[in-house]
């Protein structure tokens, strides 16, 4: 890696977004975070406005500033939304895809891209296995991402997160719960929490965790691979409440519409694994992470 590499991050202003742009800061990268608006600003770092979703735009901005790496971080990443607005989920996350790709391969082909999807991605051989739009729209930006590789020889790495957690803002359950309990130490909310299934398991992995996980595929991914970045492990949404309740000042009840057990795919991290990657920040510490970054908001 030569010095002071030029990175550009797209979604910078995200929940993601803000802790890679932290870390890849300090780990030697020269950052420009790209995103939708100004108004979206991000102390210390260089920033970019940039609608993904129109070409000329960006083509502009790969012009502009002719990155050695690419982070493709920026999404529509909500599956309920993703059922409202089928066609604006699938928009920005392919279009999006495919004019970086396209534009990297004009501006500047020796550049290395992420381009980061999800575990719910399904098996585009079997239709049958499609849960959701947003699942769709993350399986056609792998593709795009796998097709411009072996058409066009553009270096791009596909990754596969799996539910990111961590201290930030996010839409996330475990940081909707923590933000909850948060409200109720505060006495800004009432003392009860109602959820859908308290047996739903999820492999949650610190997104910090997820980021040093982009960080070795920049240095020691293949061009061409996919490579998924989980914990290995499920929790249920029960584990997480009951670890906020040990760590609560307040005491709270818990109403459950089913208890069901509904498990999830599990992450299978053996590629990234022997890259030298393994997540450090365990699943305690991740909650009681988030639940304190709730608490410190005014």
Not at 80 to 102: F, H, M
Not at 127 to 140: A, E
């Amino acid at each position: 890696m030569k010095s002071q590499p030029k990175l550009l991050i797209t979604g910078a202003a995200g929940f993601t977004g803000r802790h890679a742009c932290q870390f890849f800061d300090k780990n030697g990268y020269e950052v420009i975070g790209v995103v939708r608006s100004l108004d979206n600003h991000l102390a210390n770092k260089s920033t970019v406005p940039c609608n993904l979703v129109k070409k000329d735009e960006v083509f502009d901005v790969v012009k502009q500033v002719k990155p050695d790496y690419v982070l493709h971080l920026a999404a529509k990443n909500h599956v309920g939304a993703s059922w409202t607005d089928p066609v604006q989920t699938v928009e920005t996350n392919v279009l999006s895809t495919l004019y970086l790709v396209e534009a990297i391969r004009h501006v500047n082909p020796d550049c290395t891209m992420i381009t980061v999807g999800s575990v719910l991605q399904y098996d585009p051989q079997n239709i049958n296995t499609l849960t959701h739009p947003y699942s769709l729209s993350k399986t056609l930006q792998s593709i795009i991402s796998q097709a411009w590789e072996s058409l066009y020889k553009v270096n791009i790495i596909s990754a596969k997160p799996s539910n990111l957690i961590g201290p930030g803002q996010s839409n996330g359950i475990c940081s909707i719960l923590a933000k909850k309990v948060a409200g109720m130490e505060q006495l800004k909310e009432d003392s009860k929490i109602e959820i859908s299934n308290l047996k739903a398991r999820r492999d949650f992995l610190d997104v910090r965790d997820a980021v040093r996980g982009y960080d070795f595929l920049f240095r020691f991914g293949n061009s061409g691979e996919e490579y998924e970045i989980a914990s290995g492990v499920t929790h249920s949404l029960e584990d997480v409440i009951h670890f906020l309740s040990q760590l609560s000042k307040v005491e709270f009840t818990v109403r459950a519409q089913s208890n069901e057990v509904s498990d999830y795919y599990k992450g299978n991290t053996e590629k990234i694994s022997q890259l030298g990657w393994r997540p450090q920040i365990s699943f305690n510490q991740s909650l009681s992470d988030i639940l304190n970054y709730y608490r410190k908001l005014p």
